[in-house]
């Protein structure tokens, strides 16, 4: 099935299970009419889907090289089409997002598109890219940022919102807002400190200094570390092992995780046992059950 195909099925499924009433029918079709329509890979956002023993894996590939995959406005909705499309794919299990651009993943925004923009351009520009990356972050399904060579402002901040960042040895990695008079503004403020802690945060933020992927990996910030151009290998590896899982049982880890960490811990116990179940009737957990048993490899189909 071609991609158009399976994001059509999955829209239908989708929507399916989530409309009502004759009003809310016709906005949701003239959405998905929309996202149907447009091309689900940007010249610079490019989408592909693995297949075989793979299927359940997409890639998101940055391409912009003649700005080392800087953000403007065409890769911004780019990323934000891509987002919007992959929250709506009920056959998308993980997400990786890599670079085809030799030693950058993003150097962040476009400062020459930034310096021809007004300042409401601006404000404009950066709450879209802060949405953007919120969309990002609350995907259902996991997502790994793979890192060679710069992430830097915003293409750290694109990293941040994964949920899992694998960075090669070349990667270097910051966020120099204030050295241009302004601060991280599309989540960095807020998503670093509770990765690293508020302390390395602010002394990463306030001075604009640069790390290299051996101390993110030290601070909490990367995942692994691996030789420079075998970050894209180990999180494909990552990533297989996350798509032979079932895949409603990652969605519902996910949402436990990131939802229950911003609440108090009876809160989060109690968010725990919703999504655990929400498990509890699934095919999945049967076929999970009946292959250990027989001593097989389970195959699991998210229903």
């Known amino acids: 099935m071609g991609a158009l195909g399976m994001v059509t ?12 009433g004759p009003f809310k029918l016709h906005h949701q079709y003239q959405s998905w009419r929309t996202l149907i329509l447009e091309p689900l890979s940007s ?23 003649e700005t080392k995959n800087a953000i403007g406005n065409e890769m ?41 923009m007004t300042a409401s351009e601006v404000q404009f520009f950066v709450n879209s890219l802060r949405s953007t990356f919120a969309l990002l972050e609350a995907l259902r399904v996991p997502t790994i940022a793979v890192i060679e060579g710069a992430a830097l402002g915003g293409g750290l901040e694109m990293a941040l919102s994964c949920d899992l960042r694998i960075c090669g040895e070349n990667a ?5 807002e204030t050295g241009l008079a302004i601060i991280p503004g599309a989540g960095g403020t807020q998503r670093l400190p509770r990765l690293v802690g508020k302390a390395v945060a602010k002394e990463l933020i306030f001075t ?27 999180a494909l590896e990552i ?6 899982k079932g895949p409603i049982a990652i969605r519902m880890a996910k949402k436990a995780i990131n939802d229950g960490i911003e609440v108090d811990l009876q809160a989060a116990l109690d968010l725990e046992e919703e999504c ?7 095919n999945d957990r049967l076929e999970g059950l009946a292959a250990f048993a027989e001593k097989r490899k389970p195959m699991y189909r998210g229903e």
């Not at 270097?172 to 120099?176: A, D, E, I, T």
């Not at 990533?239 to 032979?244: G, H, L, Q, V």
């Not at 655990?276 to 699934?282: A, C, G, W």
Request: include cysteine; charge should be positive; proline fraction near 4%.
């Open 276 to 282: 655990y179940e929400q498990l509890l009737n699934t």
């Open 43 to 65: 010249e610079s956002v490019q989408v592909r889907r693995l297949s075989d023993a793979d299927s359940g894996i997409v890639e998101v590939n940055l391409h912009r090289p």
């Open 76 to 116: 911004l909705r780019g990323l934000r089409h891509t987002f919007e499309t992959l929250e709506m794919d009920d056959d998308a299990n993980v997400v990786m997002i890599s670079s085809s651009v030799p030693k950058a993943f993003c150097a962040g925004a476009d400062l020459k598109e930034r310096k021809e």
């Open 239 to 244: 990533a297989r092992e996350i798509n032979s």
């Open 172 to 176: 270097v990695l910051g966020l120099p």
């Open 9 to 20: 099925r999955s829209l239908t499924r989708h929507y399916s299970k989530k409309t009502s």
């Open 208 to 234: 604009g200094r640069r790390i290299e992927a051996k101390e993110a990996m030290s601070i909490g910030l990367a995942n692994y570390t691996v030789p420079a151009g075998e970050a894209r290998p180990k």
